[in-house]
Each structure stands twice: as structure tokens, then as C-alpha cells.
């Protein structure tokens, strides 16, 4: 199995360096936008704002993070810091969703 790490081109300068990233960031961003929809259709399914966050969920994917960033030879505090990150932005998204689909629902202070 070759790790992600390995797929890291060599780069001689800083424009070769961006030209990767940004070709990452194609791939990224249509990722990351398909897992907001899944994030609307959670406020859609839960009846109640304080099903929103869920703390064991949370920790699940984090800890399922940081054993593939390892499998893939990356830094686990890093990848942590970063879906911790983009699940509080998901999470407010979230909650925004619910308040917008379930109108009349009790929310979540």
C-alpha cells in the first residue's frame, strides 16, 4: 500500500509548490462542498437542535482521522487540528440548516 506522503511531487520553486496545491484544492473543494449537503440532510433528519452536535461523533472522527493520517504518513495533530476546525464550521452550518428547516423547533443556545 504507498502512503499518501509518497505522492508529493519534488518542487524546485515556490510557483511549483502553489501549482500543486491548487490542483489539490480543485479536489478538495468539491469534497469538502458534497459534505455540507450531507450536513443539510442531518438538519433535515434530526428533530431536535440539540441532536446538532454530538460529542461522541465527534470524537469518533477524529480518532478515525488521525489513525489514517498515520496509515498515510501525515501528522495527526495537524489533520486533528484541521477537522476540528471544519467540524465547528459544519456544526454552526448545521445548526443554521436546522433553524431554516425546522422553523418551530426549540433551538439550542
Known sequence: MT???NNVQHCTTMDDVRRHIDALDDVLVPLL????GYMTQAARIKQDAS???DEERIQAIVDRVRVRTQVEGGEPDVLEAIYRSMMEAYIAHEHREFA????TATQEG
Open 33 to 36: 462542498v458534497t459534505r455540507g
Open 3 to 5: 502512503q499518501a506522503i
Open 100 to 103: 431554516r428547516l425546522h422553523p
Open 51 to 53: 441532536q446538532v452536535r
